[in-house]
Every structure is written in C-alpha cells, then in structure tokens.
C-alpha cells in the first residue's frame, strides 16, 4: 500500500516563491503518474499538475508558465515549484498518484480527481498580499 506525504507548504508573501514535496512509500512509483491538485475553504479540489510516468508535464491555465512540476525516481519523490505566487494560489495542496500505468494517458486522465487512487494528506500554502 503506498503513503504519500507532501511537505515544504507554508506562509509566502504575494510574488513568493515555494516549493512542495511529494514522497512515496511502497514499491510502485515510477510506472505512475502524479498530480498536484488544490484546495480553496468552501471549493471542490482542482486540478493544478502532473506528470506522467514518461516526465511529460501538464498544467493548468492558471498556474502556467508560474508553477513547475518534477519528478525524481531514484528518491521516490514528486515536486511543484511555484513562483510568483498570488493570493488566488493559497489553498491545500494535495499530491495524488494515478491508476494507471500505460505509457500514453490523455491530458484529461490526469486532470480528472477519479483518476487517482492514492492521496497524500495535504500541505497548507497561504500567500498574504
């Protein structure tokens, strides 16, 4: 059964930068995808990133361009830098792994909550402006 524990969330200034981590436990990591979706109080979880088995990245519209998504399979660890951070960013940042593990999964797999089986127990961000 894998465990995955993210860290490194905390209280950023408007145009500050952080940088969560993701670590697994268990056997299986690098046949999977990763994402990272957030949480805002009272709103549903929302797709952010992720990054395939293959390290090919996707990312939502409005953290483009802002937020970086990696991945280290030796360490058995998934990253999100983000930059620039803005007040609309603060949320519960949740990293989860996906089902399955075909080389070729379509953008909206990895976008959708379902996709996922596995779910770390969140990192809290706030940004003050």
């Known amino acids: 059964q894998v465990q995955l524990v993210e860290s490194g969330g905390g209280l950023v200034q408007a145009g500050g930068s952080l940088r969560l981590s993701c670590g697994a436990s268990?056997?299986?990591?690098?046949?999977?995808?990763f994402g990272w979706f957030r949480q805002g109080p009272g709103k549903e979880r929302d797709f952010v990133a992720a990054?395939?088995?293959?390290?090919?990245?996707h990312y939502s519209e409005s953290v483009k361009g802002r937020f970086t998504v990696s991945r280290d399979n030796d360490k058995k660890t998934v990253s999100l830098q983000m930059n620039n951070l803005k007040p609309d960013d603060a949320a519960v940042y949740y990293c989860g792994r996906t089902r399955r593990t075909a080389y070729y999964v379509p953008t909206t797999y990895l976008t959708d909550l379902t996709s996922y089986d596995a779910w770390g127990q969140g990192t809290q961000v706030t940004v003050s402006s």
């Open positions: 268990g056997r299986i990591f690098s046949d999977r995808n």
């Open positions: 990054i395939t088995r293959t390290g090919d990245t």
